[in-house]
């Protein structure tokens, strides 16, 4: 079981990216899937997380408006769509999966919890310009 993270690069302030994740596992359809990411010399922060049914989403404060999570269980694929970016956006970007959360940890901090998350991918790096 493996997450592969792809659609990094580098834009612009302003433009977008799209990056994608795919699960090789058997599972992704009752995972939830989180996106984090790490700038240069920072902790690694969460960025968002999405449902088994994708009914459900949040969001870190500094992307709300900007960055959308969304999943196609059927490619077993979680996207974050990502506009309007900023410098400050630059990470790597990390997909991470948990197989045993639920609904009711959407109304709680875990998802903003690192080892929350039971599987990462290995990043792919966004990075940019201004």
């Known amino acids: 079981v493996q997450l592969v993270e792809s659609g990094g690069g580098l834009v612009q302030a302003g433009g977008s990216l799209r990056l994608s994740c795919t699960d090789s596992?058997?599972?992704?359809?009752?995972?939830?899937m989180g996106w984090w990411r790490q700038a240069p010399g920072l902790e690694r922060e969460s960025v968002a997380a999405?449902?088994?049914?994708?009914?459900?989403?949040l969001y870190t404060d500094s992307v709300k408006g900007r960055f959308t999570i969304s999943r196609d269980n059927a490619k077993n694929t979680v996207y974050l769509q990502m506009n309007s970016l900023k410098p400050e956006d630059t990470a790597v970007y990390y997909c991470?999966?948990?197989?045993?959360?639920?609904?009711?940890?959407?109304?709680?901090?875990?998802?903003?919890?690192?080892?929350?998350?039971?599987?990462w991918g290995q990043g792919t790096l966004v990075t940019v310009s201004s």
């Open positions: 991470a999966a948990n197989w045993e959360g639920d609904r009711p940890d959407f109304l709680s901090r875990k998802l903003y919890e690192y080892d929350y998350w039971g599987l």
């Open positions: 999405i449902s088994w049914s994708g009914d459900m989403s």
């Open positions: 596992g058997g599972t992704f359809s009752t995972n939830i």
